[in-house]
């Protein structure tokens, strides 16, 4: 069992940045798969970004548009989100999930991710 914790969430106003932490309790971190997904109230969940233990790093181009970078970090077991150029579009509860199928790429579907936090809130004003 893998438990995930994310915290940075906050208030931001348009054009900030906001980075998330998500600490995994894993010894064997390296090895997973993490993404990072969102859910704005009334919408699905959409994924954001994810590296894989590769370090191979896949993003949502329509959503992110090269303003987010995801990072990881094995010897903290944490992976990292930095979100630039904020919009309020951006407003949603950020969640950070794990995939221990080792696979070159991160995979893009919520449904191949095991482990979930509870999730952060991200809200951005105009």
């Known amino acids: 069992q893998v438990q995930l914790v994310e915290s940075g969430g906050g208030l931001v106003q348009a054009g900030g940045s906001l980075r998330l932490s998500c600490a995994a309790s894993?010894?064997?971190?390296?090895?997973?798969?993490m993404g990072w997904f969102r859910q704005a109230p009334g919408k699905e969940r959409e994924f954001v970004a994810g590296?894989?233990?590769?370090?191979?790093?896949?993003y949502n181009a329509d959503s992110v548009k090269g303003r987010f970078i995801i990072s990881r970090d094995n010897a903290k077991n944490t992976v990292y989100l930095q979100m630039n150029s904020l919009q309020p579009e951006d407003t949603a509860v950020y969640y950070c999930?794990?995939?221990?199928?080792?696979?070159?790429?991160?995979?893009?579907?919520?449904?191949?991710?095991?482990?979930w936090g509870q999730g952060t809130q991200v809200t951005v004003s105009s």
């Open positions: 999930a794990a995939d221990g199928t080792v696979v070159p790429n991160p995979s893009t579907a919520g449904t191949d991710y095991e482990y």
């Open positions: 894993t010894r064997t971190f390296s090895t997973y798969a």
């Open positions: 590296i894989s233990w590769m370090t191979i790093r896949t």
